[in-house]
């Protein structure tokens, strides 16, 4: 075989696989590109997960937290957030997460198992993969306020992470741009070990 | 009567084997959830690509995988399709030392959840293993289908 048939039939390939792409696309849903901003609260609502249930439960036994325990999720009334964008600093996110609002680390697992925000769920982008529901996702309820990190700087986990809850329906959510490092930087309340929730 | 299969031809089979069903299960897992791959796609920040073709490439990357591993798994136009494989792999390591020269923290998105043997972000890991595969489909490009393939047979 010549050299050029070798290529003529390679491109023909290629061809097949832009033209099954193309199709495809043409068939799938649209694709979201980017997170939306927040949607404003309905009514004023619990923050925090579906039942009362407290986001430290996803906490290993063996975390070693540092500063205050996480606050109940009845403690204290949600701001409301309208004011807050997709995108909050260290100190917005500190007052949500003294308000008991949930938070979901969108790193690896050995980077959650190294140091977590205390009570963070782990909830990766590769946890939503097709046929899949991230573990963690029936606890955390559509209508609250969530806050989601990665690494920071030049980390995209997050952003990807918020996609995927928005398409499924979590139109409350933030994302700490500064991630974890700056988090623990700050010696805000942190944890090491296992999610109890996810990750089997 | 059959043509002689030479020795070199029976390390091809493996090769074309590991390769060809390691794409299809790639293209697969692409496409079972096509944000996931979208999201990979723009997290590589490829200066200058517009996002509908982001949104295309989300697409055909996954069936150019399926159509050449899958030719390659029934050894039909093995060479071809080693051919064109291989010069996606080129781009990959392209776009992966591109990554690692910025610095960047993004997740391969190769493999879905299945990152094997290479975890967490695209590392060098991720640069010898693409290496690795590229070696394998050179070795079918040069050497051919070896045994149990349709090109084989219809030449007979």
């Given amino acids: 075989m010549g050299f050029l048939t070798l290529v003529q039939r390679a491109c023909t390939l290629a061809l097949l696989g832009v033209l099954a792409g193309a199709v495809h696309s043409a068939l799938e849903k649209p694709l979201q590109l980017a997170p939306k901003p927040p949607a404003p609260p309905i009514a004023p609502a619990n923050a925090g997960v579906v039942g009362g249930h407290s986001p430290a439960a996803n906490s290993s036994g063996g975390s070693t937290a540092r500063g205050g325990p996480p606050a109940s999720v009845t403690e204290a009334p949600v701001k409301q957030d309208g004011v807050l964008g997709l995108d909050i600093t260290l100190d917005q996110a500190w007052e949500l997460y003294q308000q008991g609002t949930p938070f979901v680390d969108a790193r690896g697992m050995d980077e959650y198992i190294a140091g977590h925000i205390d009570s963070a769920f782990w909830m990766p982008t590769e946890e939503f993969m097709s046929g899949h529901t991230p573990a963690a996702l029936p606890l955390l309820d559509s209508q609250s306020q969530i806050v989601v990190y990665c690494d920071g700087g030049m980390c995209d986990a997050s952003k990807n992470v918020v996609v995927l809850l928005q398409q499924a329906g979590f139109t409350r959510c933030h994302i700490l741009t500064d991630g974890y490092p700056a988090w623990a930087k700050a010696n805000r309340p942190i944890a090491t070990g296992k999610p109890q929730i996810g990750g089997n | ?156």
């Fill in chain 2, 1 to 156: 009567m059959p043509s002689k299969i030479r020795p070199l031809g029976w390390l091809v089979l493996p090769c074309r084997i590991i390769l060809g069903g390691l794409f299809v299960f790639a293209g697969v897992i692409k496409l079972m959830n096509p944000q996931l791959f979208q999201q990979a796609i723009a997290a590589f920040k490829v200066p200058g690509m517009p996002s509908h073709l982001e949104i295309l490439l989300t697409f055909v990357v996954p069936w150019c995988e399926i159509a050449a591993g899958a030719a390659l798994l029934l050894g039909l136009w093995t060479r071809s399709a080693a051919l064109l494989l291989s010069s996606m792999l080129v781009v990959f390591i392209a776009l992966i030392s591109s990554v690692l020269w910025r610095g960047m923290d993004v997740k391969c998105g190769c493999f879905g959840k299945f990152e094997v043997p290479c975890t967490g972000p695209v590392g060098p890991c991720h640069l010898v293993r693409n290496g690795v595969l590229l070696a394998l489909g050179l070795m079918v490009v040069f050497f051919g289908p070896g045994p149990l393939a349709i090109d084989r047979e219809s030449t007979k």
